[in-house]
């Protein structure tokens, strides 16, 4: 483990990138995630149509080759991303996938005569949509959303193969250097257990304070 403590500092830097991927992804992720919900409960046809092939051709392809995809794939039609754009806008489309079914679920959840009471009080659709159905879908959505991050945390690993230097990435220079794999491999083990108990412990946070508001 003495090569581990002496370039500790550098695995340090990976997991700094893979908190600034998962983080900057999840924002994304929930921006898209919440749209593409509203969009299926709320559109025309051909919104809720496009929405549901989005969230179906995501969840159905394999998070890699949409990494591929982005990264090596859009190059053909000029345009040309670097390793982290790449990064964030693959991770983020994945994951708002995901989140606009753990919403949708959520919002549907939400008792429909409390909709109708805060229409009948003279809110807009919109209105009741943001003041009385969102507020209570979040209740609701924190649990799976906790599962949907923590997740995504683990595959930021995958963003190793475009080059990004993450904490699977740093780990693997130093093998590569040291010609020996264990111990970093140990290290960046106990480094992403870290990274999820710190994920965990501020969603049930966020779980506890919503549940006290409501």
Known sequence: MELVFKNFNFLLTGAY????ITIVSMCFGLIIGLITAIARLKGN???????????SIIRGTPILVQ???????????GITLGPFTAAYISLSINIGAYLAETFRGAILS????????????????????????LPQAARAAIPPMGNTFIGMLKETSL????????????????IAQYYTAMPFYIAIALMYWVMSLLFSNILNRIETKLSKAY
């Open 110 to 133: 939400v008792h429909k005569g409390q909709m109708e009471a805060a229409v009948s009080l003279g809110l807009s659709p919109w209105q009741t949509m943001v003041k009385v159905v």
């Open 17 to 20: 990138y893979t908190m600034l």
């Open 67 to 77: 990494i591929f995809i982005v990264y090596y794939g859009l190059p053909d039609f």
């Open 159 to 174: 963003v190793s193969i475009v080059t990004v230097t993450e904490l699977l990435r740093s780990a693997q220079l130093l």
């Open 45 to 55: 046809w051909l919104i809720r149509t496009l929405a549901k092939g989005y969230v």
